[in-house]
């Protein structure tokens, strides 16, 4: 019977022939998974099930299909309710710091003080130098800052001490790991629940803390921790890699609506920054639904009392915006552009020297040291004595008096003051946060990069209304309302758009950067000037670098994934980048035995090998497949034997005894491999990596092997413009 016969269907419908039968392949962590077959074993798995018809086969698809919703909305309600008390835990170790409840230890200052109106001094809540009856002014500031020191070196140090003993995998936000795994990339020990633990008890401690960091990132990886613990479960996703990402992608969404309250920002996330969705409408919904679930649960709990998802409410000041604010709007786009290209090159030299250095032997010491300076420094500026979150709800608020004066941010007469505090904070937490993301602790860079946002467009909001109340009839601003008593220009409003353009210059994120600071304020009308801010940051960003900092981060580490982005070949064609015959690692057709296989597959780690009768290509086997053969066959008796790749007509060269003894090896050829010729463009080439998620493409003329590319072929070629692209890697070859 003839290959092509192999396929063809029965009158039924059914598969005639000896189809060899699909297997599970079982991925090692640091190896790529092969879409193409995991999308085949998909497809198998469906046809059997709806080719049956009973009763059995219709409730086993309901089944696997309520599995796969148990799963979603449960990760949902997980991370809504672990985020809740996250917050909780959080705010009550960061007060702890500065002082503690008459009315219980466990109470954070604001349950302390709740039901006081605006303005009203506490007075259940005392400091430290109150509650032991410090009275000399000298001692209360030395006691308080000793403590507010120590505390933060005793949590931090205690976070660096768990993830480094327990779970090293729980450092760093995680959102680059994520990104690969959902791009392909196998690492499950980045998902236990040993490592979901420590992530989320280093978390807290890290961030109550004072390091400048956040909790946004970590908390995605946190989500994909429990989506993976409560998957492995069930058998349908212990076998199915494909149908584990799908998981991971909604619950990625689920963990960001928990982090900023925005659960439409966070199913834009995963679409934008993650780059899942995109083909699969499926993936979509349920991360919709993981997303609403979270933000649910977690209204539901209220950690902040303000029955309202909305994190920072912003007061508006007004509704109408004029053409000459374009002008510091625009202004703020640039400053967080350049800014933030700063704060990515700063992060990775850093990130290089730790590696490099005898740090990189002490991260607890390292984590406890940074911990010490940060408070230190922060103790003495009152704009960072505070956790970043209580800093940006208030740099969010314009001036009332009826809310009271924060920090003397609406007193007129020291408004250059206020400016250089703002600034000098902005200039301290940039620094403090190129240092601190790396560390040895779970950290998020999204809350200190809105924090350094803000301080800025608070002191540029400040400058433009100093300026136009001085020159009220200056021809730029006969805009604004003639009476004085009116507000023209809205500091807090600023802020906001500072804090966006500083984000954006960072991540290099648009559309849903833009629908998360909407969310995460609560002001539509703010939409717009953020566009501006956002757009501006990412032209000036990408002047200055192309990357955002979690693709740095991937290039760094080497990960195998691939960036939806356009490649500009510049005219080369695959010829230029493939590896040459010469090159590769190959099996002899005929001349191979099962020993030298072995050998093979054991000193190179890669993913399988062309096979080869001369420069004739006969197939690709894989390093799975032959490994399984390996351990089933192989003998004293067998490994002298030679191993045959293609059909039996094919003669192999004689032995001297003229007895040939031949193990068949067909079964460890892949049955789909994609050849080209080697002069295609190379933007074709990765154009067809991208989309269809591929491990190789071999290159041949008339049957004769030229050369091969490989998926980190390509992810080298998208990265060549990095000059870091592998610095903290750990891995070996890959082909």
């Not at 710091?97 to 259940?124: I, K």
């Amino acid at each position: 019977m003839r290959e092509e016969e192999t396929f063809e269907l029965s009158e039924n419908g059914n598969l005639q022939g000896n189809v060899p039968k699909k297997f599970a392949t079982k991925y090692k962590d640091g190896s790529s998974i092969d879409w193409l077959h995991e999308e085949a074993l998909e497809r198998e798995r469906d046809y059997v099930k709806k080719s049956q018809k009973s009763i059995r086969s219709l409730l086993s698809i309901w089944a696997d299909s309520a599995r796969v919703w148990l799963v979603v909305i449960s990760t949902g309600i997980g991370i809504g309710v672990a985020g809740a008390w996250l917050d909780v835990l959080v705010k009550w170790l960061g007060d702890l710091r500065e002082g503690r409840c008459q009315e219980g230890f466990f109470y954070n200052q604001v349950s302390c003080c709740s039901g006081l109106d605006p303005g009203e001094f506490c007075t259940d809540w005392q400091t430290w130098s109150e509650y032991f009856n410090v009275r000399k002014i000298f001692a209360q500031s030395l006691l308080q800052s000793s403590i507010y020191v120590t505390l933060a070196v005793v949590f931090a140090g205690g976070a660096a001490l768990l993830v480094n003993t327990y779970a090293p995998y729980a450092f760093h936000t995680g959102i680059p790991e994520i990104k690969a795994i959902l791009g392909g990339y196998v690492f499950d020990a980045f998902l236990t629940p040993w490592t979901l633990l420590i992530k989320a008890l280093g978390l807290a401690l890290a961030v109550a803390s004072g390091l400048s960091l956040g909790k946004e990132g970590p908390l995605v990886h946190v989500a994909c921790c429990m989506a993976y613990m409560l998957s492995r479960l069930f058998k349908q996703f212990k076998h199915s890699e494909a149908q584990k990402r799908k998981i991971l992608a909604a619950a990625a969404a689920a963990g960001v609506s928990v982090a900023f309250g925005s659960p439409l920002g966070g199913v834009i996330f995963c679409l934008e920054e993650l780059d899942t969705f995109a083909l699969e409408s499926d993936v979509m919904w349920r991360g919709f639904v993981a997303s609403a679930i979270a933000a649910v649960s977690l209204q539901y709990i209220d950690p902040f009392g303000t029955s309202k998802l909305v994190l920072f409410q912003v007061t508006s000041g007004g509704d109408t915006w004029r053409a000459f604010e374009l002008i510091p709007w625009l202004t703020l786009g640039i400053i967080g552009g350049v800014l933030g290209s700063l704060l990515i090159k700063l992060n990775v030299e850093i990130a290089l020297y730790r590696r490099h250095s005898v740090l990189n032997e002490y991260p607890i010491l390292e984590v406890a040291t940074v911990s010490a300076i940060t408070a230190a420094i922060a103790y003495l500026v009152v704009f960072t004595r505070v956790q970043s979150s209580e800093l940006v709800a208030n740099l969010f608020q314009e001036c009332d008096p009826a809310r009271g004066d924060y920090h003397g941010l609406c007193n007129p007469t020291a408004m250059w003051e206020n400016v250089f505090l703002l600034l000098i904070s902005a200039a301290i937490k940039l620094a403090l946060t190129a240092w601190t993301f790396g560390m040895m602790v779970p950290a998020g860079i999204f809350l200190p990069t809105i924090a350094i946002g803000a301080c800025i467009g608070r002191a540029v909001g400040m400058l433009t209304q100093s300026l136009q109340t001085t020159y009220p009839k200056a021809w730029i601003f006969l805009a604004c309302p003639p009476d004085p008593t009116v507000r023209c220009v809205s500091p807090g409003f600023y802020s906001v758009i500072g804090a966006s353009a500083m984000l954006g210059g960072v991540t290099r994120m648009t559309v849903s950067l833009v629908v998360i600071l909407f969310e995460l304020t609560g002001a539509l009308s703010h939409v717009l000037p953020i566009m501006v801010g956002v757009m501006t940051a990412k032209w000036v960003g990408d002047a200055l670098g192309e990357d955002g900092i979690y693709n740095v981060w991937i290039s760094m580490r080497q990960y195998p994934f691939i960036p939806p982005v356009d490649y500009n070949d510049k005219g080369r064609i695959a010829a230029d980048a493939m590896r040459p015959f010469g090159m590769l690692k190959k099996i002899q057709e005929g001349q191979a035995t099962l020993q030298d296989i072995e050998n093979l597959v054991n000193v190179h780690e890669y993913h399988g090998f062309p096979v080869v009768r001369g420069r004739e290509l006969i197939g690709y086997a894989t390093r799975d497949k032959l490994i399984s053969f390996i351990e089933l066959n192989l003998s004293p008796e067998t490994a002298r034997k030679r191993c045959r790749f293609s059909s039996p007509k094919h003669q192999l060269t004689p032995s001297n005894d003229n007895t040939i003894d031949i193990l068949d090896l067909t079964s460890c050829l892949e049955r789909s491999i994609l050849h080209l010729r080697k002069e295609v463009p190379q933007a074709l080439v990765v154009r067809m990596f991208q989309k269809m998620n591929l491990h190789q493409i071999l290159f041949t003329h008339r049957g004769q092997l030229d050369g091969m590319l490989t998926k980190p072929d390509v992810v080298s070629l998208l990265t060549a413009h990095f000059p870091h692209a592998g610095a903290l890697s750990s891995k070996g070859e890959s082909q």
